[in-house]
């Protein structure tokens, strides 16, 4: 029986192993970050679903958080 008002994302920082996270529908990417204890460093971008995203945006049933450095990202 799926959980209500959960829902369930993946939080990877670019070149970890990624973190499968059940949390509170309605929840931020920052919500999730903190979940993940996960703190971005200046120059990290986080991108949702392949598009590039900031923390207070929400997030839905199986999205996919990815941190990357500006390096990473082809900057």
């Known amino acids: 029986m799926k959980k209500l008002n959960r829902i369930n994302v993946i939080v990877a920082r670019f070149g970890s192993d990624p973190?499968?996270?059940?949390?509170?529908?309605g929840s931020t990417v920052e919500n999730a970050l903190e979940e993940a204890d996960i703190t971005l460093n200046k120059c990290e971008k986080?991108?949702?679903?392949?598009?590039k995203?900031?923390?207070?945006?929400?997030?839905?049933?199986?999205?996919?958080?990815?941190?990357?450095?500006?390096?990473?990202?082809?900057a």
């Open 19 to 25: 973190e499968k996270l059940e949390i509170s529908k």
């Open 46 to 51: 986080v991108w949702v679903n392949g598009e």
């Open 53 to 74: 995203a900031i923390k207070k945006d929400i997030l839905e049933n199986g999205d996919n958080v990815l941190i990357v450095s500006p390096k990473e990202a082809g």
